[in-house]
């Protein structure tokens, strides 16, 4: 079975400019969860999807959004980016009725 | 609000020598404490959840326990493939129907030959 994958895995974005983040879960996983990760902070939760609708929203400023679509793909919005957004970006799914969630490789957003 | 304090920061062992990892934790009613391994440059990989104290959970040489304050990563005999940042996790039962989890710092584990 494949594994969660994101894309793109590197990119290099410039302050002010917006990204947009892309993940596929494991196929009959509806539920897909965001996370950040840096150096100082550690992981932490941005919000987690189910059917197409958000579920729970972690402490980040509205320029961090998501979606999701209905076949249960996600894609997370970053604008007016900031230094400080530099970070890996993980996505995470699981099945309905599972606590486990599986990651995917990250997305690697330098902002210069 | 959850904490997960994960100590030490970063471990060095040789070859063959057992050892623990500790994450100690403050959560809202725990709902699982889960136990990922994270190699550089990848997305965590998930090992272990555990949902009640007194439970026990293993693989390979790893073996995960979980008290009402804290849980455990034993590793046995470790091998230099073992060298990876160990991620704990929790959920509470705050969060309902989603799977918000709280992650600690990490300890970073180097197994030299």
């Known amino acids: 079975k494949a594994g969660v994958t994101q894309t793109p895995r590197y990119l290099i974005k410039t302050r002010g400019q917006q990204v947009t983040l892309s993940c596929s879960p494991i196929?009959?996983?509806?539920?897909v969860s965001w996370y950040q990760q840096t150096p100082g902070q550690g992981l932490q939760f941005l919000f987690e999807?189910?059917?197409?609708?958000?579920?729970n929203k972690g402490n980040f400023p509205g320029r961090f959004s998501g979606r999701q679509f209905s076949n249960s793909r996600s894609e997370m919005n970053v604008s007016t980016l900031e230094l400080g957004d530099s970070a890996l970006y993980l996505c995470?799914?699981?099945?309905?009725?599972?606590?486990?969630?599986?990651f995917g490789p990250g997305t690697r957003l330098t902002v210069l | 609000e959850d904490q997960v304090t994960q100590s030490p920061e970063a471990l060095r062992l040789q070859e063959g020598e057992s050892s623990s990892l500790n994450c100690s934790y403050t959560?809202?009613?725990?709902?699982?404490l889960f136990w990922y391994r994270q190699d550089p440059g990848k997305g965590p990989e998930f090992l272990f959840t555990?949902?009640?104290a007194g439970e026990e959970k293993e693989k390979e040489r790893l073996k995960a326990t979980l008290t009402k304050k804290e849980s455990f990563l034993h590793i046995t005999a470790p091998k230099p493939e073992d060298s990876a940042t160990y991620l704990c996790a929790v959920r509470n039962q705050i969060s309902g129907s989603a799977r918000q989890l709280t992650f600690g710092s990490g300890t970073q584990l180097t197994v030299l030959p």
């Open positions: 959560v809202s009613g725990l709902r699982g």
């Open positions: 196929s009959g996983h509806r539920s």
């Open positions: 555990l949902y009640s």
């Open positions: 995470a799914s699981r099945t309905v009725s599972n606590n486990e969630q599986f």
């Open positions: 999807y189910f059917s197409e609708t958000q579920r």
